[in-house]
Structures are given as C-alpha cells and as structure tokens.
C-alpha cells in the first residue's frame, strides 16, 4: 500500500459519515450542497502516486489487520469483551440512531438529540438496510478505523514493533505511580472530583474508541502533510469532518492546525493566498457552516471553570500532579534523550507542550471530557513526532537497548505498558469464550443496547438528568428553524 492511497482510503473512512449526516440531517437544499462540496474536494485532493513503490506489503497488512480486529475486540466494541462503564452510552447511542428516524428527535419532549453520532453512522445505516442492529457492522466499521490508524503509525516508525508498542502506551506512568503511592501508604484508589489524568491510547480504546480512531485518522494526515508533504493546508478537510466524531478533539485540532498552517507559511505568506490553498481552507470552512449551527444548538456543558474554581482544591491538586505533570515529565524527557529540542521540529514540539498544559487547566462536564478527549490529539501527534525520531535513533544504533542512555526510554516502556497490558488481560480473562467454557468462574454479559428506548432516558437513568439535558438541542434554533429536515 502507498502513502497516497492511505490518505485518500483515511480521507474516504472520515468523510462517509459526513456525507450520510449532510443527507440525513439537513433540508434538501443544504444536503445536496454539503454533499456536492464534500465529493468535490475530496475529488480535488485526491492524492495519485502510480509511480511510487509500495510501502506496506500485503503481508504486513494482514498483520496490522489482525492487531486492528485484536484490539477492537479487546476494547469492548461489539460486545466480545470486557465493556467500561460508558458502554451504557455508547450502545445506546448506536441503538437510538437504529430505531430512530433521522434527524433523532426524542420521544419524551420531542427534542432534537445534539450529539457526535459521526462513529456510529455508517454501521447504523447498515443495521437499518439489514433490519436488526448489528454489533458485527459496528465491530467491523471500528477495525477499518483503526487498521488505517496503525498503518499510518507503522509507516511513520519504518514498521517498528517496539515503537507501536509506546505509541500504544505513552502516557498514564503518573496515574500507576498515583496508584502505587495510595497502596504504599495503605490508602485505597478512589475516584477524583474529576479527571485531569493523561490517559495511554489503549487505555483511551475502552473509553471512547468513537473519538480515539478517527483522532488517531486526523493526526496521522496532519503528520503527513506536515512533515512529508510541507503543505498542511491540505488537512483541514480532515478537521472539519472529524466534527461529527467528536467536539472537544476537533476544537483542539482546529487550534492546532492553525499553528501548523501559520509555521508553515509565516516566512512566505503569499504561498498560502495561492488558488490552491486557499481552496484548501475556504471551501471545508464553508462546508461545515450548516454543521457548526447543529452543534450551536445544543446546551452548554454541565460544568466549566478553570480547575483551581473547584474543590477540594487540595485533592484536585494531588491527582492533577500525577496525572498531568508526571506525564509531562515524561514526554520531555523522551524529548530530550532523543534530541528532538534541536530537531526541526523543535518550536512546533514546544507549541503542544504549551497547549497541553493550557488545555489541563480548564474543566468542562463533569468529568472533564474536555482534556480527557482533547488532550488526545495532542498526545498522539507527539507520540507521532516522538517515535518518528525514535525509530531513526535506534536504527542509527543497533545496540541502544544496552547504552545508558537508553534505560529511562526502557524503564517508560515498561511503566507505560502496564496499564494496557491490565487491559488486555481483563478482555482475554472476562468474554464471550471465557464465559462459555468457565460459566461457574466468568460472569461475563456485555452492556445492552436496548434497554432504554433512547440514549436520554439511558442517561436520566444510569447518569443524571443534568448530564443528559446536555444532549438536547434548543427549541426555536438557527438549526431548527432553517436548517433541520
């Protein structure tokens, strides 16, 4: 498989659901405009490379296939494996849009459910063609996602195992030593007030795998048209339709884009005023007008202040240490060891240390969605720049696993693995399999998609109704009135 390929089947996987919201969601004279726009420029950045010589071979793709379907199960997706809690949410979202007209309008007060329902559109629209809801669909649909995720992560690391090994497992240290110190002193973990911890991306795929693969999608094209291809302009049609996929992630994204942009054209802005680029920015940012005012209609966040606001402040503080600057320890020692503070990406590198810590202080909802998703894409893309020069590093020495200077990257490998590691084992030890053959031992039963009629009776029930209201769009919006089916 070639980069270009890659690109255009990444831009493809991203801008599907896009186009089944723009038809779905929208009057009709808006969708066929959405829709023409969306074919249009994915047309016009449609990347052809018949000239360049495969980068992936097959074998290496049943391979990255195999650890996509792997990983996808071991995530809960499906319902083969062990399920978090936000199960509750996420089958029930995938449910309502199955037994749903569309745009989904709630039985109990006939409002329109505002939401990023970008992941599940495409194996709910399948499920609707099939007549039952289909797991299979959804399983199916996420091993694609992430599959064209770890094809890219391979590529940029020269197919690096031990590499995609701390992609999958930086972040989180501060969290296990968090946890290490409460046992030491005899104190059992609890919950925080609210989360201000940098999670793993394996750890991320039990959470909110909805939100992780197509950020994993976007970080890896931005990378791309950065770093390979000086011309990050061309990403933006990858931020706007990673919209309907997640809200706070795609904010994040914007920002950084922006930088990206402004880095690469600060020297010569009249590059960027070309045809070409400006076709790159303009037409996306038109294309996603109709989709900003959906999300406008929604409600506010539950809660939103800057971290220091609420209390206890001391216990916030406590867990906010491990959790974030531990972490942040971490990745700049990473950067040290590896000289990426005298690469050329060195001010960009600098640029997401800043936003990371700036985005930690704020909480929005009230458990902190906004830096538990939004520090996502950040992490990812210097995960993404760290490997990159990882894998050159240790190529350039052969035997770096036995220098000095190769024992914390070593020691961070270890640490970082073991909260993934907890994970797939609790998948390997609680699932379908294990359940049949040791009934008496296992309990195992995934979360149900059908018990509530709804995703908002679903979290009046299981969360609160605050939390819930939070997915109600507004009576009387600009998106009601003028732009809603």
Not at 30 to 39: E, M, Y
Not at 60 to 75: M, P
Not at 235 to 250: D, H, K, N, T, Y
Not at 396 to 402: A, L, N
Request: some cysteine.
């Amino acid at each position: 498989m070639k980069t270009t390929l890659l690109r255009n089947l990444s831009l493809g996987y991203l801008l599907l659901p896009n186009v089944i919201f723009s038809i779905a969601w929208f009057r009709v004279p808006v969708s066929v405009c959405l829709v023409i726009g969306l074919i249009f420029m994915y047309v016009q950045g449609y990347e052809r490379g018949k000239n360049l010589q495969p980068v992936l071979k097959a074998k290496d793709l049943l391979k990255f296939a195999v650890i996509s379907l792997l990983l996808v199960a071991f995530s809960g997706i499906g319902g083969f494996c062990f399920q978090a809690f936000d199960y509750w949410a996420h089958n029930s979202k995938y449910y309502t849009l199955y037994n749903h007209s569309w745009p989904v309008q709630f039985k109990e007060n006939s409002r329109y459910a505002c939401h990023y329902f970008g992941f599940f559109l495409v194996p709910a629209l399948i499920s609707k063609i099939l007549g039952e809801l289909s797991g299979i669909a959804l399983y199916l649909w996420a091993s694609i996602g992430l599959f064209l995720g770890v094809c890219w992560v391979f590529i940029f690391t020269n197919k690096s195992y031990i590499s995609f090994v701390l992609f999958l497992s930086l972040g989180g240290i501060g969290h296990l030593c968090k946890v290490l110190l409460l046992q030491a002193i005899d104190l059992n973990y609890h919950v925080p007030p609210f989360f201000t911890e940098i999670w793993p991306v394996m750890y991320q795929t039990q959470w909110a795998p909805n939100q992780l693969i197509p950020i994993i999608i976007v970080s890896c094209i931005l990378f791309y048209d950065f770093a390979y291809m000086q011309r990050p302009e061309r990403s933006f049609l990858a931020v706007i339709a990673i919209f309907i996929w997640g809200i706070f992630p795609s904010i994040v994204f914007v920002f950084i884009f922006s930088i990206l942009v402004l880095m690469r054209y600060v020297k010569n802005p009249k590059a960027l005023l070309s045809a070409q680029a400006m076709m790159n920015v303009l037409v996306p940012a038109l294309i996603f007008i109709p989709t900003f005012f959906y999300f406008l209609a929604g409600k506010s966040s539950v809660i939103m202040g800057f971290i220091w606001q609420f209390d206890p402040l001391n216990e916030i503080a406590f867990h906010y240490f491990f959790g974030v600057v531990v972490d942040l320890i971490v990745l700049v020692g990473l950067v040290l060891i590896l000289d990426l503070h005298k690469s050329r990406y060195r001010n960009i590198i600098y640029i997401l240390f800043t936003l990371l810590i700036l985005i930690s202080l704020v909480r929005m909802g009230k458990w902190n969605d906004w830096f538990l998703r939004g520090s996502t894409p950040i992490l990812t893309l210097l995960s993404l720049f760290i490997l990159h020069r990882f894998s050159a590093w240790a190529k350039e020495r052969p035997d770096w696993y036995k220098m000095k200077m190769a024992y914390p990257i070593l020691i961070f490998l270890f640490m970082g693995s073991v909260v993934p590691i907890s994970h797939i084992t609790r998948a390997m030890q609680q699932n379908l399999i294990t359940e049949l053959l040791f009934p008496d031992i296992v309990d195992f039963v995934p979360y149900p998609y059908n018990k509530f009629e709804d995703f908002y009776q679903m979290g009046k029930s299981i969360y609160s109704e605050q939390e819930a209201n939070q997915f109600l769009g507004e009576q009387g919006s600009f998106y009601e009135l003028y732009l809603s089916r």
